[in-house]
Nanobody, 124 residues
């Protein structure tokens, strides 16, 4: 079992920044990936970014490339999502998830463990 706890959400004006954190505990190892997803009201959950713990390899959704950065702190078992130049359309509940397969997935189905989510609201 892996437990994931997100934090760092809040209300910010358009153009502002937030940093989300995802702290992992339990069956953590270096052979897994952590992804960030988001879900806005009335919309499907969508992929945002993911990182491979062992290699540090990352992948991003086109909608956030150049604005968001995913990173990890091995010592703290924590993954971060730095979000800059935020737009109102970034408003959503953001979830982190863990996947123990060997592939860096950009869809939600392969991810086995999910956090409870943190709300990000960007005002115009």
């Amino acid at each position: 079992q892996v437990q994931l706890v997100e934090s760092g959400g809040g209300l910010v004006q358009a153009g502002g920044s937030l940093r989300l954190s995802c702290a992992a505990s339990g069956r953590t190892s270096r052979s897994y990936s952590t992804g960030w997803f988001r879900q806005a009201p009335g919309k499907e959950r969508e992929f945002v970014a993911a990182i491979r713990w062992s290699s540090g390899r990352t992948v991003y959704a086109d909608s956030v490339k150049g604005r968001f950065t995913i990173s990890r702190d091995n010592a703290k078992n924590t993954v971060y999502l730095q979000m800059n130049s935020l737009k109102p359309e970034d408003t959503a509940v953001y979830y982190c998830a863990a996947d123990f397969s060997a592939v860096l997935h950009t869809t939600s189905l392969p991810y086995d463990y999910w956090g409870q989510g943190t709300q990000v609201t960007v005002s115009s």
